[in-house]
């Protein structure tokens, strides 16, 4: 094989396509990683989205304000004296800088670790499995791959008459720069994003106002979880206006005035600063050029079929540019796959048990079937919820907001669904994942001792419940 001849090439270096090259490199593939992303020193930032403007930096931002909130609203009740706190944004911001960076660096090293050649610059897809790579430091040339994948990501969504010049008017990437504290945080789109920033900027001080088109808030959740949820918001006062369409927004002296209808007639409101969270779109952009044969669906994703593979021959497409939830677990699990398939190995992905976390606080976690979709879907079965305010440990802790909702099927009792609102459920929404992808049904998960005290006992009640057996409520 040639220099510029590989095994398989990896064009984007997010978590689908780190995972699946370190993967390749493991099972001994000769493997090219290329991906575009610099950080503001101008060195090379694998990672993606998730880690360089995603999941790790607004995990930084929510976690430092969750302490500053905790501290403000909290500590009190433990006997604890906080005057005089203050928050230091610079600081802070600082910090989740570092955070990036410390794992930009560590990728490249495992990268060298595992044998991944890794080039920073864009990769083109042509015919034959041609890359045109364009280094960020050096001349064009073409790499050819008996495999190549394609990891590009997604980038947001716009709407009409509302321009993202990252100062003023933002999207993600601004959204985790503020230099200050905006008086007034306004966002458009109340989904992932959309709570996730505004409950940051809200606990730092700001009063948060977010514009949701649909009349429905979180439909992807059960609905009685999503209201559980949107009561704990509306106590943190973030202003969630639900069926809003916005006009347009303009910047002016330094301030962002929206216009909007509700529904009834317009209104116009000032913000010091504006969020643009409407959805991503998968970034398909000077990807792929027309003779490679790759297909692209009506909303613009790579198709693929189950196993990730295109409509061309040994290429394959996976994360965010593909169908499926954008998660980025999702990606790498896929990325893994795929570098299997490749070795010969029976790569494999299952969609169903994929879980979700929203970051906000309390979080919101769920796997599987809401009841709306299994009423839809025509399936009998059982419910068991169980509210963290029963829990010990969620008292101790002084905080129990949120419960467990598990649905089991009525006749065979296997697992369906489970969505948690509460303080770590990004945690142990694991649990029912693992019981979930061994067929487990809700005794499983009822038979199964949990320690005490922890909240995770409201996982075990929960699944008690489904069979009116709960030990710490009335059933
Ligand atoms: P990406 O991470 O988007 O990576 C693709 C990479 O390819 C990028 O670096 C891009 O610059 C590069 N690229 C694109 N085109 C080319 C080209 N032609 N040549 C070379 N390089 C190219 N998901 C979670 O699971 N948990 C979270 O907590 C979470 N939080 C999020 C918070 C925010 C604010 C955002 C925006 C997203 C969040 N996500 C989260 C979603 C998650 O970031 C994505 O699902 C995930 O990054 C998708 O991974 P990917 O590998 O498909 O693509
Ligand atoms: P989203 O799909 O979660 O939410 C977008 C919201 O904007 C929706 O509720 C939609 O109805 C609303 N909307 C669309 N157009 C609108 C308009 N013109 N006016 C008002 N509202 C409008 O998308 P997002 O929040 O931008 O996040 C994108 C994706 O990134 C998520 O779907 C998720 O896959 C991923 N993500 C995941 C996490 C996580 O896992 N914790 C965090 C952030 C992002």
């Given at each position: 094989m040639s220099d510029n001849e590989f095994d398989v090439i990896f064009i984007g270096g997010g978590p689908g396509g780190y995972a699946g090259a370190i993967r390749a490199g493991q099972l001994g593939l000769k493997t090219l990683l290329i991906d575009d992303r610099q950080g503001e020193d101008g060195k090379?930032?694998?990672?993606?989205?998730?880690?360089?403007?995603?999941?790790?930096?607004?995990?930084?931002?929510?976690?430092?304000?969750?302490?500053?909130?905790?501290?403000?609203?909290?500590?009190?009740?433990?006997?604890?004296?906080?005057?005089?706190?203050?928050?230091?944004?610079?600081?802070?911001?600082?910090?989740?800088?570092?955070?990036?960076?410390?794992?930009?660096?560590?990728?490249?090293?495992?990268?060298?670790?595992?044998?991944?050649?890794?080039?920073?610059?864009?990769?083109?897809?042509?015919?034959?499995?041609?890359?045109?790579?364009?280094?960020?430091?050096?001349?064009?040339?073409?790499?050819?791959?008996?495999?190549?994948?394609?990891?590009?990501?997604?980038?947001?969504?716009?709407?009409?008459?509302?321009?993202?010049?990252?100062?003023?008017?933002?999207?993600?990437v601004g959204a985790l720069e503020i230099p200050e504290v905006p008086g007034r945080f306004g966002v458009i789109g109340a989904g992932v994003i959309g709570l996730e920033m505004g409950s940051v900027w809200s606990r730092l001080g700001a009063e948060t106002v977010l514009f949701e088109a649909l009349e429905e808030f979180l439909p992807a959740v059960d609905r009685d979880m999503a209201k559980v949820a949107q009561r704990e918001f509306k106590k943190q006062k973030l202003d969630i206006r639900m069926g809003c369409k916005v006009n347009g927004a303009e910047v002016a002296d330094g301030k962002v005035k929206l216009s909007y209808n509700d529904g009834k007639e317009d209104h116009e409101e000032v913000f010091d600063r504006l969020l643009v969270s409407v959805g991503r779109k998968a970034a398909t952009d000077n990807l792929i050029a027309d003779d490679s044969g790759v297909e692209v669906t009506d909303r613009g994703q790579v198709e693929v079929d189950a196993r990730c593979h295109t409509s061309a021959e040994n290429i394959w497409a996976i994360g965010d540019l593909v169908r499926g939830p954008m998660l980025a677990h999702k990606a790498s699990e896929e990325g893994i796959a795929v570098a299997e398939s490749i070795a010969g190995q029976a790569g494999h992905v299952n969609l169903e048990t994929v879980p979700w976390v929203i970051y906000t606080d309390p979080e919101i976690a769920w796997v599987g079937k809401t009841e709306a979709q299994l009423k839809e879907e025509g399936v009998e079965f059982r419910t068991g919820s169980f509210p963290f305010a029963a829990t010990g440990r969620g008292l101790a802790m002084g905080n129990a907001a949120g419960q467990v909702k598990i649905l089991a099927d009525a006749e065979n009792d296997e697992l369906l669904g489970c969505q948690i609102v509460g303080s770590t459920a990004s945690e142990f929404i694991g649990e029912v994942v693992v019981a979930m992808e061994f067929n487990g049904s809700a005794e499983d998960l009822a038979r199964i001792i949990h320690a005490h005290p922890t909240l995770s006992e409201a996982v075990h009640e929960a699944a008690l419940a489904v069979d009116k057996r709960a030990i710490h409520k009335a059933n």
């Amino acid at each position: 094989m040639s220099d510029n001849e590989f095994d398989v090439i990896f064009i984007g270096g997010g978590p689908g396509g780190y995972a699946g090259a370190i993967r390749a490199g493991q099972l001994g593939l000769k493997t090219l990683l290329i991906d575009d992303r610099q950080g503001e020193d101008g060195k090379p930032a694998p990672g993606g989205t998730c880690l360089n403007v995603g999941c790790i930096p607004s995990k930084a931002l929510l976690d430092s304000s969750k302490h500053f909130h905790h501290i403000q609203h909290d500590y009190t009740a433990h006997g604890i004296r906080t005057e005089g706190v203050s928050m230091d944004i610079d600081k802070m911001l600082e910090r989740k800088r570092k955070v990036v960076k410390q794992l930009n660096t560590g990728l490249i090293q495992l990268f060298k670790a595992n044998k991944v050649e890794f080039v920073n610059g864009r990769g083109k897809l042509f015919s034959e499995r041609q890359v045109e790579v364009s280094p960020n430091d050096g001349d064009k040339y073409t790499a050819s791959g008996g495999h190549v994948v394609l990891a590009a990501g997604s980038v947001p969504f716009s709407i009409p008459d509302v321009e993202v010049d990252n100062e003023y008017i933002l999207d993600n990437v601004g959204a985790l720069e503020i230099p200050e504290v905006p008086g007034r945080f306004g966002v458009i789109g109340a989904g992932v994003i959309g709570l996730e920033m505004g409950s940051v900027w809200s606990r730092l001080g700001a009063e948060t106002v977010l514009f949701e088109a649909l009349e429905e808030f979180l439909p992807a959740v059960d609905r009685d979880m999503a209201k559980v949820a949107q009561r704990e918001f509306k106590k943190q006062k973030l202003d969630i206006r639900m069926g809003c369409k916005v006009n347009g927004a303009e910047v002016a002296d330094g301030k962002v005035k929206l216009s909007y209808n509700d529904g009834k007639e317009d209104h116009e409101e000032v913000f010091d600063r504006l969020l643009v969270s409407v959805g991503r779109k998968a970034a398909t952009d000077n990807l792929i050029a027309d003779d490679s044969g790759v297909e692209v669906t009506d909303r613009g994703q790579v198709e693929v079929d189950a196993r990730c593979h295109t409509s061309a021959e040994n290429i394959w497409a996976i994360g965010d540019l593909v169908r499926g939830p954008m998660l980025a677990h999702k990606a790498s699990e896929e990325g893994i796959a795929v570098a299997e398939s490749i070795a010969g190995q029976a790569g494999h992905v299952n969609l169903e048990t994929v879980p979700w976390v929203i970051y906000t606080d309390p979080e919101i976690a769920w796997v599987g079937k809401t009841e709306a979709q299994l009423k839809e879907e025509g399936v009998e079965f059982r419910t068991g919820s169980f509210p963290f305010a029963a829990t010990g440990r969620g008292l101790a802790m002084g905080n129990a907001a949120g419960q467990v909702k598990i649905l089991a099927d009525a006749e065979n009792d296997e697992l369906l669904g489970c969505q948690i609102v509460g303080s770590t459920a990004s945690e142990f929404i694991g649990e029912v994942v693992v019981a979930m992808e061994f067929n487990g049904s809700a005794e499983d998960l009822a038979r199964i001792i949990h320690a005490h005290p922890t909240l995770s006992e409201a996982v075990h009640e929960a699944a008690l419940a489904v069979d009116k057996r709960a030990i710490h409520k009335a059933n």
